[in-house]
């Protein structure tokens, strides 16, 4: 079975400053990678996925995750926050070799300060 | 392109009440799967339906929930009896072919609290 661990279910932040959101998971078999975003009363916008190719993946509004497959962790990092990055992240993997079933882990909400 | 659309975005019951949710996926989707958001269990599958049928319903909680897609346009979930436990965010989610590396498309929700 896989697993996702958010072990920071809270960051916060100063606007203009790096932050880092960490995420591991556990599988037996390959998997991709999701990172979704979520703001206050709204559903899940996909950010940023890692299928194959380069291990470092970039979203258009400046978060980057890099996968590291002897770590397996997905890491999501920002250079420099704005406040309108404040919301709920979530991890998320799928087997390769399945269809359809997500596994998300328990989320890390982002609290950017002015 | 419009997104998932989901109605209502809130409902507030009393107890003993029938529910029922609706979602749109996005058009030319085959996909369509419904979620279940609280505090305590974060992000649950309830069921996955793929061309309208129901591939996974082991998610659902118990024989009060049953979910329908009639056809690809259209679910419904539907909670009956409601229970105060049921309240929730609701999410519809719909993606194309239904592989696993595919993007999930999410509507915005509906918060069902039960009284």
């Known amino acids: 079975a896989q697993s996702v661990t958010q072990l920071d279910s809270q960051v916060p932040v100063f606007e203009e400053a790096p932050v880092e959101l960490r995420c591991n998971y556990s599988?037996?078999?390959?998997?991709?990678l999701f990172w979704y975003v979520q703001y206050p009363n709204q559903g899940l916008q996909l950010l940023l996925k890692?299928?194959?190719?380069?291990?470092l993946v970039e979203s258009i509004n400046g978060f980057e995750a890099e996968f590291n497959k002897s770590q397996t962790s997905f890491h999501l990092r920002k250079p420099s926050v704005h406040i309108s990055d404040t919301a709920e992240y979530f991890c998320?993997?799928?087997?390769?070799?399945?269809?359809?079933?997500?596994?998300f882990g328990s989320g890390t909400r982002l609290l950017v300060r002015p | 392109d419009a997104g998932v659309i989901q109605s209502p975005r809130h409902e507030v019951t009393e107890m003993g009440q029938e529910v029922t949710l609706r979602c749109k996926p996005i058009?030319?989707?085959?996909?369509l799967f419904w979620y279940r958001q609280t505090m305590m269990r974060g992000l649950e599958l309830l069921i996955y339906?793929?061309?309208?049928?129901?591939?996974?319903d082991s998610g659902m909680p118990e024989d009060r929930f049953s979910a329908k897609m009639p056809n690809a346009s259209f679910s419904t979930l539907k909670i009956q009896p409601s229970e105060p436990r049921d309240s929730a965010v609701y999410f519809c989610?719909?993606?194309?072919?239904?592989?696993?590396?595919?993007?999930?498309?999410f509507g915005d929700g509906t918060r069902l609290s039960i009284l």
């Open positions: 989610a719909s993606s194309s072919q239904g592989a696993s590396n595919q993007p999930q498309h």
């Open positions: 599988s037996s078999v390959s998997v991709y």
């Open positions: 890692y299928l194959s190719g380069s291990t």
């Open positions: 998320a993997v799928s087997r390769m070799d399945s269809s359809y079933k997500l596994i």
């Open positions: 058009s030319g989707h085959n996909s």
């Open positions: 339906f793929n061309n309208n049928v129901p591939i996974d």
